[in-house]
């Protein structure tokens, strides 16, 4: 089966500008899942779709960062303006459902670096 | 929140040798998985434990969990520079989101 696409793979922007990050997850997985990695660090969830509704975004800058799964298969994460602390790996993640029985599937993340 | 902690941070082991990563949670489970990481990529599934099983195994990997220590331990028999990576564990609850951890940093020298 395909993986979880990401794209872009890397992207390099100056502080304040706004990004987007594009997710499709594997098809049928109905849980998707947008993480933030800092460089040494474990991934750190930032919000969590079922289908496309929102479970959990309690951790969601929501004054810079805002996301949506709109149809129930694709996401996108944005940016808004950036800051320098947004440098990171952002990674899409899906899986069946919101059981806990099921391990996640990741994608290879987005390399973002604002300058 | 529910989070596994890996030691050691960082593990040294020349090719061929075994290598053993441990993680503590601190509250009840329903199972507990590890992840691994290669440079620049995306988590890997590796394997779930759940939390009436003591021990499984799948290919060079075994994976132990003790609940009454709260902690689990991943082996890798006869490393490869393959399996140069970081390793995570998490610790589900119910349908809270998968939390990590800093992971432990494994090199493999050939």
């Known amino acids: 089966e395909a993986g979880v696409a990401q794209s872009p793979r890397y992207k390099i922007i100056e502080k304040r500008q706004s990004v987007a990050f594009w997710c499709n997850p594997i098809s049928g997985h109905a849980t998707l899942y947008w993480y933030q990695q800092i460089l040494g660090q474990g991934p750190k969830l930032l919000i969590q779709f079922q289908n496309n509704g929102v479970v959990d975004d309690s951790q969601l800058p929501k004054d810079r960062f805002s996301a949506e799964r709109l149809k129930g298969v694709d996401s996108t994460l944005k940016i808004q303006p950036a800051k320098l602390e947004d440098s990171a790996v952002y990674l899409c993640?899906?899986?069946?459902?919101?059981?806990?029985?099921?391990?996640?599937?990741f994608g290879s993340g987005t390399r973002l670096t604002v300058v | 929140s529910q989070q596994g902690e890996e030691d050691p941070q960082a593990l040294s082991i020349q090719e061929g040798e075994n290598a053993t990563m441990n993680c503590s949670y601190k509250?009840?489970?329903?199972?507990l998985q590890w992840y691994r990481q290669n440079s620049g990529r995306g988590l890997v599934h590796l394997i779930l434990i759940r939390s009436n099983e003591r021990e499984k195994h799948s290919g060079r990997l075994r994976v132990t969990l003790d609940t009454s220590k709260k902690s689990s331990s991943l082996l890798i028999t006869a490393s490869r520079a393959a399996d140069t990576a970081s390793y995570f564990c998490a610790t589900p609850q119910g349908n809270t989101p998968l939390v990590f951890g800093k992971g432990t940093r494994l090199s493999v020298i050939a």
């Open positions: 509250t009840s489970i329903n199972n």
């Open positions: 993640a899906s899986s069946l459902s919101l059981s806990a029985n099921y391990g996640y599937t």
